[in-house]
């Protein structure tokens, strides 16, 4: 059960990072409150405030600006997972959030809550690595733009500080002529693994590809080194070089054994799944749930 909590309602982005000054540890900020409301309820966190940032209208802005979609860190993934306008710039993002839990979670849940908690087991951030999404966020004193990969630290932990909050989500689409999917392991509506991919072909060799791999270890992350190695590469080859690269992912996503499954067997499964993927991507037959 919980305990008794005072609620805050800022209408702006200063007005909540001001709050966040002032009450410290004792606060928290509460948009669609999934993860936060069930840590609380289990007697895992503990506040005395929540910062209901739902009245602050530019988090809920959903456009395109000609360059990149922009989305405001309140817009549920719900919204994200049926809105035409990400269907038709990033529609392997669209699928990636269809696959969130399950629909009661996200017409409730937030895509800012999502990336902030930032929980491994989770789908939207893989996909947006490989869109070379980034993040704004805004504080009293002003707002700045990280990449996307440079705002995930650890683990549960991201680059925000203590007074500030993420406002948008900048998605640029993929280049033209690349082609993209993703691809997951899952057990109680949790991703053991996610694999997203986008390849661009000239013929039957790789020209450009990005890989991400989400839910193995602590964060989601793009596969720099892989993707140099398989450019060039025909999608034989390519799987051959993947099948090789258990040694790489051990050392690179840190995997960890629990109740979605052994640290051996993430691996194992990384190297068939990211194979699989890449020959989706290239085939353009659509994006699957494994």
């Given at each position: 059960?919980?305990?008794?909590l005072?609620?805050?309602?800022?209408?702006?982005v200063?007005?909540?990072?001001?709050?966040?000054?002032?009450?410290?540890e004792?606060?928290?900020?509460?948009?669609?409150?999934?993860?936060?409301?069930?840590?609380?309820?289990?007697?895992?966190?503990?506040?005395?405030?929540?910062?209901d940032?739902?009245?602050?209208a530019?988090?809920?802005?959903?456009?395109?600006?000609?360059?990149?979609?922009?989305?405001?860190?309140?817009?549920?993934?719900?919204?994200?997972?049926?809105?035409?306008?990400?269907?038709?710039?990033?529609?392997?993002f669209?699928?990636?959030?269809?696959q969130?839990?399950?629909v009661?979670?996200?017409?409730q849940?937030t895509?800012?809550?999502?990336?902030?908690?930032?929980?491994?087991?989770?789908?939207?951030?893989?996909?947006?690595?490989?869109?070379?999404?980034?993040?704004?966020?805004?504080?009293?004193?002003?707002?700045?733009q990280?990449?996307?990969?440079d705002?995930?630290?650890?683990?549960?932990?991201?680059?925000?500080?203590?007074?500030?909050?993420?406002?948008?989500?900048q998605?640029?689409?993929?280049?033209?002529?690349m082609?993209?999917?993703?691809?997951?392991?899952?057990?109680?509506?949790?991703?053991?693994?996610?694999?997203a991919?986008?390849?661009?072909?000239?013929?039957?060799?790789?020209?450009?590809?990005?890989?991400?791999?989400?839910?193995?270890?602590?964060?989601?992350?793009?596969?720099?080194?892989?993707?140099?190695?398989?450019r060039?590469?025909?999608?034989?080859?390519?799987?051959?070089?993947?099948?090789?690269?258990?040694?790489?992912?051990?050392?690179?996503?840190?995997?960890?054994d629990?109740?979605?499954?052994?640290?051996?067997?993430?691996?194992?499964?990384?190297?068939?799944?990211?194979?699989?993927?890449?020959?989706?991507?290239?085939?353009?037959?659509?994006?699957?749930?494994?």
């Amino acid at each position: 059960m919980l305990e008794s909590l005072r609620l805050l309602q800022p209408t702006t982005v200063p007005e909540a990072s001001a709050a966040l000054d002032e009450l410290g540890e004792s606060a928290k900020i509460y948009a669609g409150g999934a993860e936060l409301l069930l840590l609380m309820r289990h007697g895992l966190l503990r506040t005395e405030f929540l910062i209901d940032v739902k009245k602050i209208a530019r988090l809920h802005n959903l456009a395109w600006d000609g360059e990149a979609l922009r989305i405001g860190s309140c817009v549920t993934h719900r919204t994200l997972e049926t809105a035409p306008i990400i269907l038709e710039h990033a529609p392997t993002f669209a699928y990636a959030e269809s696959q969130v839990a399950n629909v009661r979670v996200r017409n409730q849940g937030t895509l800012g809550g999502n990336l902030c908690f930032n929980d491994p087991h989770s789908d939207p951030a893989t996909v947006l690595l490989v869109h070379n999404a980034s993040v704004r966020i805004g504080s009293q004193t002003g707002e700045r733009q990280l990449s996307l990969e440079d705002f995930f630290l650890d683990m549960y932990a991201t680059a925000l500080e203590t007074n500030e909050l993420l406002v948008e989500v900048q998605i640029p689409p993929l280049p033209a002529g690349m082609k993209s999917a993703y691809l997951r392991l899952h057990r109680f509506q949790r991703p053991t693994l996610g694999v997203a991919v986008a390849v661009k072909m000239d013929k039957e060799i790789i020209e450009e590809t990005r890989i991400a791999i989400g839910c193995v270890g602590p964060r989601a992350q793009r596969l720099r080194e892989i993707e140099a190695k398989i450019r060039g590469a025909t999608l034989g080859d390519a799987e051959k070089i993947v099948a090789e690269q258990k040694n790489y992912f051990r050392e690179l996503l840190r995997p960890v054994d629990d109740l979605l499954g052994s640290s051996e067997y993430k691996l194992y499964m990384t190297c068939v799944l990211l194979a699989r993927a890449l020959e989706s991507a290239i085939q353009g037959s659509g994006n699957g749930a494994r």
